[in-house]
């Protein structure tokens, strides 16, 4: 039998022919227009104050239908500039749909200010309609949400305002980067690697590359950093102030809400992280003795421990993935076949591509396209996973009402981590030796050094940093100041070198649509760990109740969610704790194996 070759290219055609030239997207972009401008006449047409039969559903129906054309405008657009950062078309449309994102914001937010007009009786009344009960929960949140917000002209003013004086600033960062390549000396020939291209190249298992790549990439970031700085300034001042204004003096404010999630929660999960540092700290201690150095140095955090390590091409990977998804459940091994063959996955390893990886969903395609930079490692293996789990999440959800399925950053990592731990238990039961088996488990537990320590840094940073920036402009000297004192308090003073411009280098810290890009990720790893276990026990009879654990996602706070499903109480030290002495667990195993 010939063995199946899945592409390394994704297909965008699907959805609009041509690229950033195709004239199909051109018109997609006018019908969006066109249903955002329906959706504004049927709010202003909607007398809200009257305590008649409203008409809300009719007005949902639109909200809806104009959300999912602009998502998808959103998705294809960025999956054009990630494919090319050189692509000027794929900017300018950036700058259209951004537009457009605004008008609706606005809208969205005359919506929900006509809801708080609604009086409390009519409003009850209201959402035990059949036709809107479903949706109780997203309602009650976006009116509450509202009246904590000015009123409609000052929130349209800001939606107007941040087109240039907020996206802008995240715009102006993919600028920046599109520009910058790191220099670098292979077979004697000197060559030029986009920074997607550098970030795998420390993983390398000689040193001297690590150290000749990380030089060169902190020189690039340095270069950059005074634009960089000015950036991210303008980019969190104009956050500060909107807060301001509102009256939040809480700079977590709109991030917990965001999250769904409660500042006790955030609070303890940290605690119990912070509390359980020396096993992490012990490990790295060990692996520096391994690799032969006194202190491990940022850019040996990746470096591989042993020469066992098993290369992975592209379709191993896939393979891989597709048969151990099928050992928890059917369903998510078919839709991951179906990924591959369907070219959902940009892996291809060329210069002039984004750095990192993401997953977008298509929601009027019922489609997702994940985009990363593949080199034949264990660690692609899993950011492959990963991704894929994300993109079953959305298909998971694919019978749920459109606006309950707005679920928040910290649950979507959730279903992508599972993903990623159940292949990495797949990989280290078949290690064929100790060496394989040493290098996989290894792997595992950088995901838990990332999880617990790295976003615990970015945290740090971000917290401190925006409560510095309330009193004025923060220097490029003060930036990697802050940012590597927040790297030594959460690598517990750990390493010998650290990474100053990683505020410049890490692309989440100028999202502008998600607020605080880090602590979702440490809650959605955790999270995972306590399905995990659930999974184990119940073996696949337990892929249904995953998948209804997945559908309530968008239409609770997390701490129902894990109580409804895990029967956990998410504000107790005992959860987190549970999820830590797992990770704990691995490291044990690896200093008894190293010994």
């Given at each position: 039998?010939?063995?199946?070759?899945?592409?390394?290219?994704?297909?965008l055609d699907d959805f609009f022919p041509g690229g950033s030239s195709s004239k199909e997207f051109?018109?997609?972009?006018?019908?969006?227009?066109?249903?955002?401008?329906?959706?504004?006449?049927?709010?202003?047409?909607?007398?809200?104050?009257?305590?008649?039969?409203?008409?809300?559903?009719?007005?949902?129906?639109?909200?809806?239908?104009?959300?999912?054309?602009?998502?998808?405008?959103?998705?294809?657009?960025?999956?054009?500039?990630?494919?090319?950062?050189?692509?000027?078309?794929?900017?300018?449309?950036?700058?259209?749909?951004?537009?457009?994102?605004?008008?609706?914001?606005?809208?969205?937010?005359?919506?929900?200010?006509?809801?708080?007009?609604?009086?409390?009786?009519?409003?009850?009344?209201?959402?035990?309609?059949?036709?809107?009960?479903?949706?109780?929960?997203?309602?009650?949140?976006?009116?509450?949400?509202?009246?904590?917000?000015?009123?409609?002209?000052?929130?349209?003013?800001?939606?107007?305002?941040?087109?240039?004086?907020?996206?802008?600033?995240?715009?102006?960062?993919?600028?920046?980067?599109?520009?910058?390549?790191?220099?670098?000396?292979?077979?004697?020939?000197?060559?030029?690697?986009?920074?997607?291209?550098?970030?795998?190249?420390?993983?390398?298992?000689?040193?001297?590359?690590?150290?000749?790549?990380?030089?060169?990439?902190?020189?690039?970031?340095?270069?950059?950093?005074?634009?960089?700085?000015?950036?991210?300034n303008h980019l969190s001042g104009f956050r500060l102030a909107v807060y301001k204004k509102r009256?939040?003096?809480?700079?977590?404010?709109?991030?917990?809400?965001?999250?769904?999630?409660?500042?006790?929660?955030?609070?303890?999960?940290?605690?119990?992280?912070?509390?359980?540092?020396?096993?992490?700290?012990?490990?790295?201690?060990?692996?520096?003795?391994?690799?032969?150095?006194?202190?491990?140095?940022?850019?040996?955090?990746?470096?591989?421990?042993?020469?066992?390590?098993?290369?992975?091409?592209?379709?191993?990977?896939?393979?891989?993935?597709?048969?151990?998804?099928?050992?928890?459940?059917?369903?998510?091994?078919?839709?991951?076949?179906?990924?591959?063959?369907?070219?959902?996955?940009?892996?291809?390893?060329?210069?002039?591509?984004?750095?990192?990886?993401?997953?977008?969903?298509?929601?009027?395609?019922?489609?997702?396209?994940?985009?990363?930079?593949?080199?034949?490692?264990?660690?692609?293996?899993?950011?492959?996973?990963?991704?894929?789990?994300?993109?079953?999440?959305?298909?998971?959800?694919?019978?749920?009402?459109?606006?309950?399925?707005?679920?928040?950053?910290?649950?979507?990592?959730?279903?992508?981590?599972?993903?990623?731990?159940?292949?990495?238990?797949?990989?280290?039961?078949?290690?064929?030796?100790?060496?394989?088996?040493?290098?996989?488990?290894?792997?595992?537990?950088?995901?838990?050094?990332?999880?617990?320590?790295?976003?615990?840094?970015?945290?740090?940073?971000?917290?401190?940093?925006?409560?510095?920036?309330?009193?004025?402009?923060?220097?490029?000297?003060?930036?990697?100041?802050?940012?590597?004192?927040?790297?030594?308090?959460?690598?517990?003073?750990?390493?010998?070198?650290?990474?100053?411009?990683?505020?410049?280098?890490?692309?989440?810290?100028?999202?502008?649509?998600?607020?605080?890009?880090?602590?979702?990720?440490?809650?959605?790893?955790?999270?995972?760990?306590?399905?995990?276990?659930?999974?184990?026990?119940?073996?696949?009879?337990?892929?249904?109740?995953?998948?209804?654990?997945?559908?309530?996602?968008?239409?609770?706070?997390?701490?129902?969610?894990?109580?409804?499903?895990?029967?956990?109480?998410?504000?107790?030290?005992?959860?987190?704790?549970?999820?830590?002495?797992?990770?704990?667990?691995?490291?044990?195993?690896?200093?008894?194996?190293?010994?």
């Amino acid at each position: 039998m010939t063995p199946i070759t899945y592409s390394m290219t994704w297909n965008l055609d699907d959805f609009f022919p041509g690229g950033s030239s195709s004239k199909e997207f051109h018109a997609h972009l006018e019908k969006v227009e066109e249903d955002i401008h329906s959706f504004e006449k049927s709010i202003k047409d909607w007398d809200a104050a009257s305590s008649k039969d409203t008409g809300l559903a009719a007005i949902l129906e639109k909200f809806q239908k104009a959300d999912l054309g602009l998502e998808q405008a959103e998705s294809f657009v960025s999956c054009l500039q990630a494919q090319n950062m050189g692509d000027v078309k794929a900017n300018e449309l950036r700058g259209i749909v951004t537009s457009l994102a605004s008008k609706f914001n606005t809208a969205v937010t005359h919506l929900d200010k006509a809801l708080v007009q609604i009086d409390d009786s009519v409003w009850q009344r209201l959402i035990e309609q059949d036709h809107l009960k479903e949706l109780h929960f997203v309602l009650n949140e976006r009116r509450r949400q509202a009246a904590e917000k000015l009123s409609k002209e000052e929130e349209a003013l800001i939606n107007d305002l941040a087109v240039d004086g907020f996206h802008g600033w995240e715009e102006m960062y993919d600028a920046i980067v599109s520009q910058l390549n790191i220099p670098f000396k292979e077979n004697g020939k000197e060559v030029h690697l986009s920074v997607g291209q550098a970030q795998n190249k420390l993983s390398s298992h000689d040193r001297q590359v690590r150290k000749r790549v990380f030089d060169e990439w902190e020189k690039a970031w340095g270069e950059k950093a005074e634009l960089l700085a000015a950036t991210l300034n303008h980019l969190s001042g104009f956050r500060l102030a909107v807060y301001k204004k509102r009256g939040w003096n809480d700079v977590l404010k709109e991030a917990l809400e965001y999250n769904r999630m409660s500042k006790e929660t955030l609070d303890i999960m940290w605690k119990v992280i912070s509390d359980n540092k020396k096993p992490f700290v012990e490990f790295l201690e060990r692996k520096a003795s391994l690799l032969g150095v006194d202190k491990l140095n940022w850019y040996d955090l990746d470096a591989p421990v042993t020469e066992s390590a098993k290369a992975y091409s592209y379709q191993e990977g896939a393979s891989f993935i597709i048969r151990h998804f099928g050992e928890f459940g059917s369903e998510l091994a078919r839709f991951a076949e179906k990924a591959f063959e369907g070219r959902w996955i940009e892996a291809e390893d060329r210069p002039g591509k984004r750095p990192g990886g993401f997953c977008t969903s298509f929601p009027l395609s019922d489609q997702s396209r994940i985009f990363m930079t593949y080199s034949d490692t264990y660690d692609n293996v899993s950011t492959l996973a990963h991704e894929l789990g994300h993109a079953f999440h959305t298909y998971a959800m694919k019978d749920v009402h459109p606006l309950n399925c707005h679920y928040a950053m910290n649950v979507a990592e959730t279903a992508s981590t599972f993903a990623e731990t159940l292949v990495a238990d797949a990989a280290l039961e078949l290690a064929k030796d100790d060496g394989e088996k040493l290098a996989l488990l290894e792997s595992k537990i950088q995901n838990s050094i990332a999880l617990l320590m790295n976003i615990h840094s970015r945290f740090l940073f971000e917290t401190r940093f925006y409560e510095e920036r309330k009193k004025g402009m923060v220097s490029t000297a003060r930036l990697n100041e802050m940012m590597e004192a927040a790297q030594k308090e959460a690598y517990a003073d750990s390493l010998g070198l650290y990474h100053p411009h990683f505020w410049g280098a890490k692309l989440h810290f100028y999202i502008t649509d998600v607020p605080f890009y880090n602590f979702p990720y440490t809650f959605g790893y955790l999270f995972s760990l306590g399905i995990y276990a659930h999974a184990k026990k119940e073996g696949k009879e337990y892929e249904q109740k995953y998948i209804s654990l997945l559908k309530d996602t968008g239409r609770m706070t997390v701490e129902e969610l894990a109580k409804k499903h895990l029967g956990a109480d998410l504000t107790k030290e005992e959860f987190w704790q549970a999820g830590v002495d797992l990770c704990i667990k691995d490291v044990e195993e690896f200093l008894s194996m190293t010994k």
